[in-house]
């Protein structure tokens, strides 16, 4: 589920000395230990609360004093909670909080500019470089996903967009237009699902007749998105 990994961006403007970690990562020494060394490091930012984002970042804080700071409190280390529209200046850079919950309730997305160039937007798990994102239990919502959907459109047409997992995205605006598209048909697919099976069937139901040829290994991926499309269709819209 983590493609070819979990990416860790270190963000310096041109010509700073320090730098901002996005992304720990998982409890990994030697992948710790080459983030510290690429300090020093002035903040630790957290996209989300999964485990492959945040194990590591008690470890990099040990390693470097730096702060951590997320959206969930929980998962914050000598920082305070990150604000939707808050701006964070640090290694020479501005950094513009977005809030853009869907795959989890305490996702994030940045856009980060240096003086002089074009801002870069870091999408965490809300957009992958490649294949779709899973809208996670227990707080996955895909009417909060389809919102924020529409934000990173805006802020990223035409962008760089920087993952977590996958190659970076040419032009954020795009990539976005495509995830729609293809939620939007899933959602039809599971409108269709439900007229042959009944407006009661199960999520297990659901993904047996949507995702019957996919491979067994998304499965428990396909089964969360379609708990947030049922939840969607029968609460959400």
């Known amino acids: 589920m983590t493609l070819d990994g979990t990416r860790s961006v270190v963000l310096r403007a041109p010509g700073a000395s320090s730098c901002v970690v996005v992304d720990p990562g998982p409890d990994d020494a030697a992948h710790l230990d080459a983030l510290a060394a690429a300090g020093p490091v002035d903040l630790v930012l957290i996209t989300h609360r999964h485990a492959d984002h945040t194990a590591g970042s008690a470890g990099l804080r040990t390693r470097t ?16 909670p990150l604000a939707d529209g808050e701006v964070v200046e640090a290694a020479g850079l501005r950094i513009d909080v977005l809030a853009t919950p869907g795959h989890t309730a305490d996702s994030v997305s940045f856009t980060v500019t240096a003086p002089g160039e074009d801002p870069v937007v870091l999408t965490g798990d809300t957009v992958l470089g ?53 939620r939007l048909e899933r959602l039809d697919q599971v409108r269709a699902a439900l007229a042959a099976l009944g407006p009661d069937a199960g999520v297990d139901d659901v993904v047996a007749q949507v995702y019957a040829n996919v491979d067994p290994s998304v499965l428990r991926a396909a089964r969360q998105s379609v708990a947030a499309q049922l939840a969607y269709l029968r609460h959400g819209s």
Do not use: K
Request: charged share 30%; with cysteine; net charge negative.
């Open 65 to 80: 004093g730096a702060p951590v700071r997320a959206a969930d409190r929980r998962h914050c280390h000598g920082g305070e």
């Open 130 to 182: 490649r294949g779709t994102t899973v809208l996670a239990e227990p707080d996955g919502s895909l009417q909060d996903y389809l919102a924020s959907l529409d934000l990173l459109e805006r802020v990223g047409d035409g962008r760089l967009g920087v993952p977590a997992h996958g190659p970076e995205i040419a032009d954020l605006g795009d990539a976005v237009r495509a995830y729609r598209a293809h």
